[in-house]
């Protein structure tokens, strides 16, 4: 319910200068201005950065007054803030959806267009902030943009990498990585906060010591001390005045220089101190899902984690708050495990730092934070090696030993005898070498534990949570995720946008669910005609894009069947390749054949480190050098792999998708995101029974869904019979005729053996069950093929899918979260009117 303060908050502050006009006039000047005394150019000199610059600064000033604002209407005893901690936030670039955000978009391209300089090319110019591998970064983003929107007081903790996720080119087929240097021309919409830095401690030994009122107490002697300086990013809601905060840490040396090293000569080991302790924040670790045991990547975690909560205490305290009340006034978010140190680290930090007593800290503990699962990856589930552990955080270790000591007698007491169940239970992971679990970490010291769709929260509790489940079953629920309507269809996809609200109004942006009026117009042939004519148009867009950045032309008026995501062996890239080399065969065969031409587009970067991510990589680029360039083809079949894949690149690719590949080992893939964005878009799914697929398909019908492949259950039976791939390999000779082309060398001239590991690994282990499914996949696509020729169907079929996408929305999504995790409502928020200085 909106307050008469609100209501009257709601007139902004409209004063027509240069820092807040919106008319068209306005904007010119400040742009003009701005690239004057800002970036120090004229229009004689100027680069399409410097107009770039200009812009964010302009759009920037002309949010200040709701930034301000929603800080001030925030920090108030009685309001309970959102803390989101991640290790990743993949943003995007922010100009555009920041003009959406205030409403501002149409004015901005005017008076950019009457600068002589066109709107979309200063958007392209930005370089968007790589901080995230890819979904669990990518939904974090959402969610804040969600947040905002719901005018929930909400701050986003994480890193403020140098280095972002590396930029991929391709050579010669293969991956290559590119450092990110996005910080590289500036960063227009940080300030950085020096005034509200915070130490954090790390290494060294503890010391048991009796304080003044007779209390055993621990204090820790660090081996040595970082700072983190803390840089703001303002996150918009949708045209509202809240204006939400990103919160990156920057780790920085305490003393840039060490003066006794300096002064006894020792000039580098000085300056190589404050190098040492900058390294934290450097870089982000490439890695998806498998999780890398560094010791540097520990110190991330502990850095950003123990910034952010010594940041939460002093706002608790600010407003006068009490720490035994810190979960009235604060919901901290576990985005997964890489931040779950934390539990340990506010137990430190009452305890230790605050004096409060060990029962009553772990309560507000248990009340504060809550903890999102986001892969049932075994090899992805965190785990410290204790040793690594001890050094790094020897109090953190002792915290966590009594933690696990007081826990496993809760245990012991509900099920007495069961030894079993507390040595699976159990914080450490006992063993030749010992490990603490960062899982149980979180689970045990969470009120709520959620995964991040209905079929994941139910494995979760059936498998890698199970005994968390039997031991306390009322911490559980689902929270299926969503992506930004915002950004997803009316940033990216403009024309479909414009369509939309034309035919249902506007209430859908903020309102996902009045989709659903569209469906009156599935079978308008009127509207039907207008929908594809928009799909044609960002095919051609996409068309033109490729052929700059590869030279390859492709056939806009081709089915545009698209995979981009991160490359791994469980989401299954080279299942697709087995089918479009399926086709291919049958195209050799038979040159005549009638087929629905197509185009294969994949994207997506490969962990580094991961061979098998890379070879996949190397094949699909190796299977489109031969596909592409057979005449017997006749450009019927073309495969493009579009290099660098990342979030603005998606925002041209899902609004020029008809065919969405969902395609991952049932019971793998946890939900997807990049499912929901697509289908939104009027692309149709094939897809496997794995993630959000099965509520994509609930919602959109079973009739305007591509469904194959074994269900979780039927993987599960398989597996425990003993799954053989040899058996379909001799059983089916289209796959075989594949699988021994790629073993001899078809697709890799010259280098017979280069798909061998990959040809091995799926005749012996085929850990992903690819050959089990082939066969069920290539009659689905088969089905596809046939679909599309009948366009008028076809059609009718996207606009359903569209129209019933509203469940995915990040709006709910943070509702629910609100409402069973949180506790946080939305709270009105004035413009903080600019106010002189020295008045
Ligand atoms: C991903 C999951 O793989 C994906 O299915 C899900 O949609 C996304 O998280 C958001 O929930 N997981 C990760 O990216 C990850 O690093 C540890 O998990």
Redesign the pocket.
């Known amino acids: 319910k909106k307050t008469a303060a609100a209501a009257a908050a709601a007139e902004p502050v409209q004063i027509e200068d240069d820092r807040t006009g919106l008319s068209v006039e306005t904007l010119k000047r400040a742009f003009a201005d701005n690239l004057f005394y800002i970036q120090g150019k004229n229009a004689d000199i100027a680069t399409l950065n410097d107009y770039y610059m200009a812009l964010a600064y302009t759009v920037r000033d002309r949010l200040l007054h709701r930034w301000l604002g929603t800080i001030k209407a925030q920090l108030k005893p009685k309001v309970k803030v959102v803390y989101y901690l991640s290790a990743e936030f993949l943003m995007g670039p922010h100009l555009g959806n920041n003009l959406i955000n205030l409403g501002i978009y149409d004015q901005v391209r005017q008076a950019i267009q009457e600068s002589g300089l066109n709107l979309d090319e200063l958007i392209a110019q930005e370089e968007e902030p790589g901080l995230g591998?890819?979904?669990?970064?990518?939904?974090a983003a959402c969610y804040l943009d969600s947040l905002a929107a719901l005018e929930i007081p909400a701050i986003g903790y994480g890193l403020r990498y140098e280095f972002g996720i590396f930029d991929q080119e391709i050579r010669d087929g293969w991956q290559v990585e590119i450092t990110d240097k996005w910080l590289r021309y500036g960063n227009p919409w940080e300030i950085a906060r020096p005034e509200a830095t915070v130490e954090v401690k790390l290494g060294g030994h503890t010391e048991a010591f009796v304080d003044g009122a007779g209390r055993y107490r621990v204090r820790w002697i660090p081996g040595r001390t970082i700072v983190g300086v803390p840089y703001d990013t303002p996150v918009l809601g949708f045209k509202n005045n809240t204006a939400n905060t990103l919160r990156l840490w920057k780790a920085e040396a305490p003393e840039s220089f060490d003066f006794q090293a300096f002064n006894l000569g020792d000039y580098y080991g000085a300056v190589n101190a404050k190098m040492y302790s900058e390294n934290i924040s450097k870089v982000l670790y490439p890695n998806?899902?498998p999780m890398q045991g560094r010791e540097l990547r520990l110190e991330q975690q502990f850095f950003f984690v123990s910034c952010s909560l010594q940041d939460i205490i002093r706002r608790h305290l600010y407003v006068g708050g009490k720490l035994e009340n810190l979960d009235k006034n604060a919901a901290i978010q576990l985005n997964?495990t890489h931040p779950s140190i934390g539990i340990a680290e506010l137990m430190r930090l009452l305890v230790d730092e605050h004096n409060v007593d060990w029962d009553t800290a772990w309560q507000i503990t248990q009340d504060t934070f809550a903890y999102?699962n986001?892969?049932l990856l075994p090899e992805?589930l965190e785990r410290w090696p204790l040793s690594l552990f001890g050094s790094l955080l020897p109090r953190h270790l002792e915290i966590i030993f009594e933690i696990n000591r007081r826990f496993l007698q809760e245990v012991s007491a509900k099920f007495p005898g069961d030894t079993g169940r507390l040595a699976r239970l159990s914080l450490i992971q006992e063993g030749p070498e010992k490990f603490v679990r960062m899982a149980h970490l979180a689970s045990a010291g969470s009120h709520a534990i959620n995964g991040?769709?209905a079929l994941?929260s139910e494995l979760l509790k059936r498998d890698v949570l199970r005994d968390f489940y039997e031991l306390s079953p009322e911490k559980f629920s689902n929270k299926t995720?969503g992506v930004t309507p915002r950004r997803w269809i009316m940033l990216s996809n403009p024309e479909l946008a414009f369509l939309i609200s034309e035919s249902i109004g506007d209430g859908w942006i903020k309102n996902l669910g009045e989709l659903r009026e569209l469906e009156r117009f599935a079978n308008d042939k009127e509207f039907q005609s207008r929908w594809r004519q928009i799909k044609l148009n960002n095919k051609t867009n996409l068309t033109e894009y490729i052929r700059k950045r590869t030279g390859l032309v492709v056939d806009p008026h081709s089915l545009f069947d698209i995979q981009v995501k991160?490359i791994h062996e469980y989401k299954r890239q080279h299942l697709n390749v087995l089918y479009i080399i399926t086709l291919y065969n049958r195209l050799k065969q038979n040159p005549e054949l009638e087929i629905t031409p197509r185009t294969f587009i994949f994207g997506g970067k490969a962990a580094p480190g991961y061979f098998m991510a890379k070879l996949i990589i190397k094949l699909i680029n190796s299977v489109a050098a031969v596909v592409n360039s057979d005449p017997d083809v006749r450009g019927r079949l073309k495969v493009v792999f579009l290099p660098d894949y990342n979030v603005t690149f998606g925002q041209r690719v899902y609004p020029a998708a008809e065919l969405s590949e969902q395609i991952s080992t049932a019971g793998k893939?946890?939900?997807?995101?990049g499912n929901m964005k697509f289908s939104m878009n009027g692309a149709l799914t094939i897809g496997t029974l794995d993630?959000?697929n099965v509520e994509i398909r609930e919602e959109a019908g079973e009739e305007n869904f591509f469904l194959f492949g074994l269900t979780t259950e039927e993987v599960y039976a398989l597996k425990a019979r003993g799954y053989n791939p040899w058996d379909y390999y001799n059983g089916n000779p289209a796959l075989r005729q594949v699988i021994d082309q790629l073993a001899s060398g078809v697709f890799s001239p010259g280098e017979a053996h280069l798909f061998e590991p990959l040809v091995d690994h799926l005749i012996h282990r085929d850990e992903y069950l690819l050959l089990a499914d082939y066969q069920s996949y290539v009659e689905c696509q088969d089905r596809v093929g046939e679909a599309y020729r009948d366009q008028e169907h076809w059609t009718r079929m996207s606009i359903l899918n569209s129209a019933r996408m509203g469940k995915f929305s990040s709006d709910r999504a943070i509702r629910e979260y609100c409402e069973d995790i949180w506790g946080a409502v939305a709270v009105d928020v004035a413009l903080e009117e600019y106010v002189q200085a020295t008045a």
């Open positions: 591998n890819g979904g669990l970064g990518r939904l998806d899902e997964d999102t986001h892969t992805a991040v769709a994941h995720n991160r893939e946890a939900s997807g995101t993630g959000a």
